[in-house]
């Protein structure tokens, strides 16, 4: 068993010779040293078959090889991590002593996230707070706390992406949120009344893809809950967005509409910022532009949020924020803004 113990310090020290990267290092480690079978391990196990005598005796010198051996794949290991910082050390480096560096390319901002931040500080302006919700949403939250119960009819309007086994049978449905407006009753619950507060996010709807629609996309939602809010403090904040996105000439026209979370509602249109109420392709002639809908929160949406609706009320509104970058930067395909194309990006 002495010849087999030098046998394998030969083997270790040639092999070791080869070694010239630490994962190499680690193979030979493995190789020698492994608890399962190295061969180290192996040699050790023989020593139960030996008589007492001879087993003090082989378990000396084999303690006494394997150290050897250990502090021998140390010293390589330092050795191999030396090399590797000094090559670190001449292929990577800054000169402190150059004024400035070069600068290469630098991103872009999406157009998403320029109209976002802009809205965004515009509304903390007003003294709104910016919320963020859970793309994957309860079919509770997203539904029905909306006023839109599992029997409604506006569910037919959103077709939706239920998660595999979660689906609207199942006893825990959830949903990518096919709408913002789930933050409405979050926001209620999480910070009480009164509230001022916007959400913009992501949305998902499982749509036929073509220039105007698409199965990802961006909205932002505005929640406003206090005592006596009617309906002139919605216009008036909905018209103040309107100026600022498209000039202190825009007019706002509200025209009764159904949306199953407020009573009553309207849909938003303001004068084309292009044609400026003439008429041109980008209104379709009309002189109008859709942008929001909204109404007054409905009180079923106020009782959700555990909120009384005899004693507050509110107004909601929704903005498509995809359809104000389309409408602000004249992109003719919904497409452009998923594709990640940086040419497309560069002109932003």
Request: aromatic share 10%; with cysteine.
């Amino acid at each position: 068993m002495d010849e087999q113990l030098q046998k394998i310090k030969q083997d270790f020290l040639q092999d070791l010779k080869t070694v010239k990267d630490n994962l190499q290092l680690e193979e030979l480690e493995q190789k020698f040293f492994s608890r399962r079978s190295g061969e180290m391990t192996e040699i050790m196990k023989k020593l139960k078959d030996l008589s007492v005598d001879a087993r003090k005796k082989f378990g000396k010198l084999a303690n006494e090889v394997k150290k050897e051996l250990e502090d021998i794949l140390i010293e390589k290991q330092i050795e191999l991590n030396n090399q590797l910082v000094n090559k670190i050390a001449d292929t990577e480096w800054i000169d402190i002593t150059q004024p400035k560096l070069p600068v290469k390319d630098r991103g872009h901002l999406h157009p998403n996230t320029i109209i976002q931040n802009d809205l965004e500080d515009f509304f903390t302006s007003m003294g709104f707070l910016v919320l963020d919700g859970p793309e994957l949403e309860s079919d509770y939250y997203n539904f029905t706390a909306v006023n839109i119960p599992p029997t409604h009819p506006a569910r037919d309007m959103q077709d939706t992406f239920y998660i595999k086994d979660h689906g609207p049978d199942s006893d825990s449905p959830w949903v990518m949120r096919t709408q913002t407006s789930p933050m409405q009753v979050r926001a209620m619950q999480k910070h009480g009344v009164p509230i001022r507060a916007i959400i913009p996010g992501r949305c998902f709807r499982n749509e036929a893809t073509d220039v105007r629609h698409e199965h990802t996309f961006y909205q932002l939602e505005g929640i406003v809950i206090d005592k006596n809010i009617n309906f002139s403090h919605m216009k008036g904040v909905l018209e103040a967005v309107a100026k600022h996105l498209y000039g202190n000439e825009t007019v706002v026209r509200l025209r009764p509409k159904f949306y199953p979370f407020v009573e009553p509602g309207v849909n938003g249109e303001v004068t084309c910022f292009l044609c400026k109420g003439a008429g041109c392709r980008v209104c379709k002639n009309t002189g109008w532009l859709e942008i929001f809908g909204a109404g007054m929160v409905h009180p079923n949406v106020l009782r959700e949020g555990g909120v009384d609706p005899e004693k507050y009320q509110g107004f909601a509104f929704g903005f498509g924020l995809t359809r104000l970058v389309m409408l602000k930067y004249g992109i003719d395909d919904i497409r452009n803004l998923q594709n990640g194309d940086i040419r497309f990006l560069k002109q932003f």
